[in-house]
């Protein structure tokens, strides 16, 4: 098999498989595990991909996400590899179903049930835990300002530690936002990608919206396969450390 990933948690999954000796081709934004992607030859980004960089690495299969990448590529794509692996994981349950995905597209079952195991563990902790509910702003990006509407994985990651999604109702999966006076805002979460917001941003923002404002691991919130894992786990210690600092 040869891989071409153009999905960095993806790309972290193949890896986590034991399947980092077939990964020929990855964007430069798959960047875990680093010790082993550094090596492995850029096709560009999620979006704009060298199709003709990718086609002479010969690949046996190219691992896709709905959201992360152009239907145009795809289409591309599909006149010349073998096998697409289209993704698209809605809620953090979607990640049993796609760590056995794989796991059957890569005869890896039993790697796969054993990360299956995992994720299960640490979603049964997460649910038996109570935690108050805080209607958030959850921003990805500036220059438009830009939101995620609750019909998205990262939306529902956050459900599961009461931290509810603004606007409650959008026409897009990502809005864009005129202004940052959602009604019914009690917090401001920053997320550190895909902008890079950084602590100077969260300053600004407290104290133009007087609201409390904290920077957030958007790796831990929106990454699917294994770092879900410990997205959940993050995000069990990011709730229990804000109604800390928030009570």
Same mark, same amino acid.
């Given at each position: 098999?040869?891989?071409?990933?153009?999905?960095?948690?993806?790309?972290?999954?193949? !890896?986590? $498989?034991? &399947?980092?000796?077939?990964?020929?081709?990855?964007?430069? /934004?798959?960047? #875990?595990?680093?010790?082993?992607?550094?090596?492995?030859?850029?096709?560009?980004?999620?979006?704009?991909?060298?199709?003709?960089?990718?086609?002479?690495?010969?690949?046996?299969?190219?691992?896709?996400?709905?959201?992360?990448?152009?239907?145009?590529?795809?289409?591309?794509?599909?006149?010349?590899?073998?096998?697409?692996?289209?993704? #698209?994981? $809605?809620?953090?349950?979607?990640?049993?179903?796609?760590?056995?995905? /794989?796991?059957?597209? /890569?005869?890896?079952?039993?790697?796969?049930?054993?990360? !299956?195991?995992? /994720?299960?563990?640490?979603?049964?902790?997460?649910?038996?835990?109570?935690?108050?509910?805080?209607?958030? &702003?959850?921003?990805?990006?500036?220059?438009?300002?830009?939101?995620?509407?609750?019909?998205?994985?990262?939306?529902?990651?956050?459900?599961?530690?009461?931290?509810?999604? =603004?606007?409650?109702?959008?026409?897009?999966?990502?809005?864009? =936002?005129?202004?940052?006076?959602?009604?019914?805002?009690? &917090?401001?979460?920053?997320?550190?990608?895909?902008?890079?917001?950084?602590?100077? #941003?969260?300053?600004?923002?407290?104290?133009?919206?007087? $609201?409390?404002?904290?920077?957030?691991?958007?790796?831990?919130?929106?990454?699917?396969?294994?770092?879900?894992?410990?997205?959940?786990?993050?995000?069990?210690?990011?709730?229990?450390?804000?109604?800390?600092?928030?009570?």
């Amino acid at each position: 098999m040869r891989i071409v990933s153009l999905v960095p948690s993806l790309t972290e999954l193949v !890896c986590e $498989l034991g &399947l980092a000796g077939q990964l020929v081709g990855r964007t430069g /934004f798959c960047i #875990h595990p680093a010790n082993v992607v550094r090596d492995i030859p850029k096709v560009g980004g999620t979006k704009i991909v060298n199709l003709e960089k990718l086609r002479a690495l010969e690949p046996t299969h190219v691992i896709l996400n709905k959201d992360e990448n152009l239907r145009e590529t795809a289409e591309a794509l599909a006149a010349f590899v073998p096998n697409l692996l289209i993704t #698209h994981p $809605l809620a953090p349950e979607d990640n049993l179903a796609l760590y056995r995905q /794989f796991g059957t597209a /890569f005869g890896r079952e039993r790697e796969a049930e054993a990360l !299956c195991a995992r /994720f299960e563990s640490a979603l049964q902790a997460a649910r038996k835990q109570k935690h108050p509910e805080r209607r958030v &702003l959850y921003l990805i990006w500036k220059d438009p300002w830009m939101t995620v509407s609750r019909d998205t994985y990262v939306s529902r990651m956050l459900a599961l530690f009461g931290l509810q999604t =603004l606007p409650e109702f959008a026409a897009a999966r990502y809005p864009k =936002l005129r202004d940052l006076e959602v009604a019914g805002t009690e &917090l401001v979460l920053l997320s550190t990608e895909p902008y890079r917001f950084l602590e100077r #941003h969260r300053k600004e923002l407290q104290q133009r919206l007087r $609201l409390p404002v904290q920077l957030i691991d958007g790796e831990m919130t929106s990454w699917y396969g294994p770092r879900a894992i410990e997205g959940l786990r993050y995000l069990s210690e990011f709730t229990v450390r804000l109604q800390r600092e928030l009570s």
